[in-house]
């Protein structure tokens, strides 16, 4: 199977290409410090996703309004929203990311392909809190792309998948690491690999966050006992009937 993390980084930059990125949403909103929210949590902190794609698995849900799904994550309990604004493989939109800021008041996440300054522009200017980096997708510019989002205000999420990423990731300023149990390149999940991560280098100061595969709350409580700090969860909340009641019974696994 071709390596689909090379797939991903092509159609970014043909996005980037064709001006997709090039938004004339501005909004002027308080930015909120999504790894504060994960640090003052007192539950389960669950960062969920709004994905209405996935590339594994399809159409999750068809969304008509993001405003009124951030609302129902908000209302169970969540610390914060990652909003899918690739377009291509997840559904995802720069506009549905600025109504979802609009909406709520805990910190907001873009996640994408992001491989240059200028989709971090546009995540500052869609309202975004924080940008989501993967180390794989951004190896030798990966501290100049942090230096640029630290510069206008937006915390940094940056994804690894292997020991080898992770440690490289410790060495970065990115404001939380995380740890995708979903291989890149091949699409394959294992929420062990969080647990083989963090039962090798156990870092103290960092906020680790577990993403993708987790779909209830024994999975929660197993990463937690891994030593993951936060939960980034799309698939198993886009798939519940009742969102709030999905993301509440996350929330409370701890």
């Given at each position: 199977?071709?390596?689909?993390?090379?797939?991903?980084?092509?159609?970014?930059?043909?996005?980037?290409?064709?001006?997709?990125?090039?938004?004339?949403?501005?909004?002027?909103?308080?930015?909120?410090?999504?790894?504060?929210?994960?640090?003052?949590?007192?539950?389960?902190?669950?960062?969920?996703?709004?994905?209405?794609?996935?590339?594994?698995?399809?159409?999750?849900?068809?969304?008509?309004?993001?405003?009124?799904?951030?609302?129902?994550?908000?209302?169970?309990?969540?610390?914060?929203?990652?909003?899918?604004?690739?377009?291509?493989?997840?559904?995802?939109?720069?506009?549905?990311?600025?109504?979802?800021?609009?909406?709520?008041?805990?910190?907001?996440?873009?996640?994408?392909?992001?491989?240059?300054?200028?989709?971090?522009?546009?995540?500052?200017?869609?309202?975004?809190?924080?940008v989501l980096l993967i180390q794989g997708a951004?190896?030798?510019?990966?501290?100049?792309?942090?230096?640029?989002?630290?510069?206008?205000?937006?915390?940094?999420?940056?994804?690894?998948?292997?020991?080898?990423?992770?440690?490289?990731?410790?060495?970065?300023?990115?404001?939380?690491?995380?740890?995708?149990?979903?291989?890149?390149?091949?699409?394959?999940?294992?929420?062990?690999?969080?647990?083989?991560?963090?039962?090798?280098?156990?870092?103290?100061?960092?906020?680790?966050?577990?993403?993708?595969?987790?779909?209830?709350?024994?999975?929660?409580?197993?990463?937690?006992?891994?030593?993951?700090?936060?939960?980034?969860?799309?698939?198993?909340?886009?798939?519940?009937?009742?969102?709030?009641?999905k993301v509440r019974e996350l929330v409370m696994?701890?």
């Open positions: 199977m071709a390596d689909f993390m090379d797939t991903l980084v092509k159609e970014a930059l043909e996005r980037l290409k064709n001006g997709y990125y090039r938004t004339a949403i501005h909004l002027n909103v308080q930015k909120l410090s999504l790894k504060n929210a994960v640090i003052n949590c007192q539950h389960a902190p669950i960062i969920a996703e709004i994905k209405p794609s996935s590339p594994s698995r399809g159409c999750l849900r068809r969304i008509t309004s993001p405003r009124d799904m951030a609302k129902a994550m908000e209302a169970g309990g969540a610390v914060g929203i990652s909003v899918l604004t690739e377009p291509k493989r997840f559904g995802g939109s720069l506009q549905a990311l600025a109504q979802v800021k609009e909406s709520v008041g805990i910190p907001v996440l873009m996640k994408d392909i992001v491989v240059d300054k200028a989709q971090i522009e546009a995540a500052a200017h869609i309202g975004a809190d924080a951004v190896t030798g510019k990966v501290d100049k792309l942090i230096d640029f989002a630290h510069s206008l205000g937006l915390e940094v999420l940056l994804e690894t998948h292997t020991i080898g990423e992770f440690k490289a990731a410790l060495e970065t300023e990115a404001d939380m690491i995380g740890i995708n149990n979903r291989d890149l390149k091949t699409l394959k999940v294992d929420l062990n690999v969080t647990a083989r991560i963090l039962a090798e280098t156990r870092p103290t100061g960092r906020i680790v966050v577990s993403e993708s595969g987790i779909e209830n709350a024994d999975h929660v409580r197993f990463l937690w006992r891994c030593g993951a700090n936060a939960f980034l969860v799309g698939s198993s909340i886009m798939l519940a009937e009742d969102v709030e009641k696994a701890l």
